[in-house]
T-cell receptor, first 111, second 116 residues
Framework: QKEVEQNSGPLSVPEGAIASLNCTYS??????FFWYRQYSGKSPELIMF????GDKEDGRFTAQLNKASQYVSLLIRDSQPSDSATYLC???????????FGQGTELSVKP | GAVVSQHPSWVICKSGTSVKIECRSL??????MFWYRQFPKQSLMLMAT?????????EQGVEKDKFLINHASLTLSTLTVTSAHPEDSSFYIC????????????FGSGTQLSVL
């Protein structure tokens, strides 16, 4: 059973701080990694994807991938109240295959 | 990003009736679409993979006769919940990839189904 694990939270950070979201996965053969943001009652929105070891930055977001440790993280710099949402980690085990989602981490950014 | 349209956004129906949900890729062709279900405060659970021109592939525990999937064209997949019951009440979301070699998955806006 391929699994993706996240802390459900809630994770609370003050406005302007760095929010750190973590995800682990069970299958070493995993190839593609994604972070989605989901607001309550809405569908997931893709915010980051990473395929290779290391860091990938896009604006205030940085995705970090460590395949040896089977670990992927998302850093949100200068957190804003509008970043308050559930963040879903997703993993694809083969090209063109289905995505397996973690249970999501609820992030709350306090003004 | 690629645009996936889903309709209706919400539906309320009586127990025992059937409900059809449509998913369209608006600016790309999708040979494969994925249908997910999400209960409150839970993650997305993959129900089935919809394949254009062939039968859908269902995940373990998902009843294929209850959740009928049709993928008749490269831009349209439908999910029909047959003989719906209150326990089928959930948020149903479709998704698709825009093209070969692009692993990113884009989601429709979702359908909130409430069965009375």
């Amino acid at each position: 059973q391929k699994e993706v694990e996240q802390n459900s939270g809630p994770l609370s950070v003050p406005e302007g701080a760095i929010a750190s979201l973590n995800c682990t996965y069970s299958d070493r053969g995993s190839q593609s990694f994604f972070w989605y943001r989901q607001y309550s009652g809405k569908s997931p929105e893709l915010i980051m994807f990473i395929y290779s070891n290391g860091d990938k930055e896009d604006g205030r977001f940085t995705a970090q991938l460590n395949k040896a440790s089977q670990y992927v993280s998302l850093l949100i710099r200068d957190s804003q109240p509008s970043d308050s949402a559930t963040y879903l980690c997703a993993v694809s085990y083969n090209q063109g295959g289905k995505l397996i989602f973690g249970q999501g981490t609820e992030l709350s950014v306090k003004p | 990003g690629a645009v996936v349209s889903q309709h209706p956004s919400w539906v309320i129906c009586k127990s025992g009736t059937s409900v059809k949900i449509e998913c369209r890729s608006l600016d790309f062709q999708a040979t494969t679409m994925f249908w997910y279900r999400q209960f409150p405060k839970q993650s997305l659970m993959l129900m089935a993979t919809s394949n254009e021109g062939s039968k859908a592939t269902y995940e373990q525990g998902v009843e294929k006769d209850k959740f009928l999937i049709n993928h008749a064209s490269l831009t349209l997949s439908t999910l029909t919940v047959t003989s719906a019951h209150p326990e089928d009440s959930s948020f149903y979301i479709c998704s698709a990839r825009p093209g070969r070699g692009d692993e990113k998955l884009f989601f429709g806006s979702g359908t909130q189904l409430s069965v009375l």
